[in-house]
């Protein structure tokens, strides 16, 4: 019982995970922004209709064709050379904001 006490007292002292720990993950599909959505997940997407889009307010997405959803991206400057191609874009999550920070992005292999 007695070396249950100091266990406890870790875990309450450790406390939960912060939320800019979380876990580092990829998502694959294409570049787009909130204006042009999945209709501008494609090929025929430019970085110049992205960047015209976001100078009027929209935010750069990624179009996720695993989740069938867009994730705003934070750190357009890592992936606009890849507009208009497939991407994978490895990041963090913010579950409350739907954003990924962006730690890298590079051309999906074979696409």
Not at 19 to 47: N, Q
Request: charged fraction near 25%; glycine fraction near 10%; charge should be positive.
């Amino acid at each position: 019982m007695h070396l249950l006490l100091p266990i406890a007292m870790v875990a309450v002292l450790a406390g939960p995970v912060p939320a800019d720990k979380a876990a580092t993950a990829e998502w694959t599909g294409y570049v787009t922004d909130t204006h042009c959505g999945e209709g501008g997940a494609g090929k025929d997407h430019t970085a110049k209709c992205v960047e015209k889009c976001m100078k009027t307010g929209s935010k750069a997405q990624l179009w996720s064709e695993t989740d069938k959803k867009a994730f705003d991206l934070d750190g357009y400057d890592k992936v606009k050379s890849l507009v208009g191609k497939k991407v994978v874009v490895r990041g963090t999550l913010d579950a409350q904001t739907n954003t990924i920070k962006v730690e890298s992005a590079a051309k999906a292999e074979g696409k």
